[in-house]
């Protein structure tokens, strides 16, 4: 959580990329992993930027890459301004490796769903707010990615490890 907020704090105040301290935790700097950045305003969405599999070196980098991204380019919302970034409460959700799964094998409460369909592929975070059913879930991913409702696709289900503030 400190490396997000460090590594929004620093690029929206100085445009400024940090570079992953020593002192982080091990894991931080030998694993590779998908990570995903929330940021909420006063209880509301105000980004969300990852990466499903790590395209990163460590899962250090991936959180500074995709914590500026939630901050400055979610296409939903303008970039964070400074005086915003006292308000901000980030979450950081490090990503599970997706494997094929079946609907009957899904649950938007444990699971994040992965949909593809040729090009076009949709991700939903497990256990958010208003998505109680699978049914709901798949709805939403399949939207995301311009999957037509009744159109087949190939689904994929992850776990997150989800570290809020």
């Known amino acids: 959580m400190a490396l997000a907020r460090r590594a929004i704090e620093e690029y929206v105040r100085r ?6 301290p020593p002192d ?33 070196p460590t899962l250090a ?3 500074i890459r995709n914590a500026i991204h939630s901050a400055t380019q979610d296409p939903r919302f303008p970039p964070v301004r400074p005086e915003e970034l006292p308000e ?9 490796s997706p494997e094929p799964a079946r609907v009957e094998e899904l649950d938007p409460k444990r699971y994040g769903v992965i949909v593809e369909a040729g090009w076009r592929r949709g ?5 958010l707010p208003g998505v109680d059913t699978v049914e709901e879930q798949l709805r939403i991913a399949k939207l995301k ?9 190939r689904i994929l289900r992850f ?4 570290h809020t503030e």
């Open 15 to 20: 445009g400024r990329v940090i570079e992953p």
């Open 123 to 127: 991700l939903l975070l497990p256990d």
């Open 145 to 153: 990615a311009g999957i037509a409702p009744e159109e087949p696709c």
């Open 24 to 56: 982080l935790p091990p894991e931080l700097l030998s694993r590779r992993a998908g990570a995903f950045v929330s940021l909420k305003k006063r209880g509301e969405l105000r980004g969300c930027i990852g990466t499903f599999l790590p395209s990163e």
């Open 159 to 162: 776990t997150v490890d989800r």
């Open 88 to 96: 901000l409460s980030i979450s950081v959700d490090l990503l599970s």
């Open 61 to 63: 980098h991936e959180i």
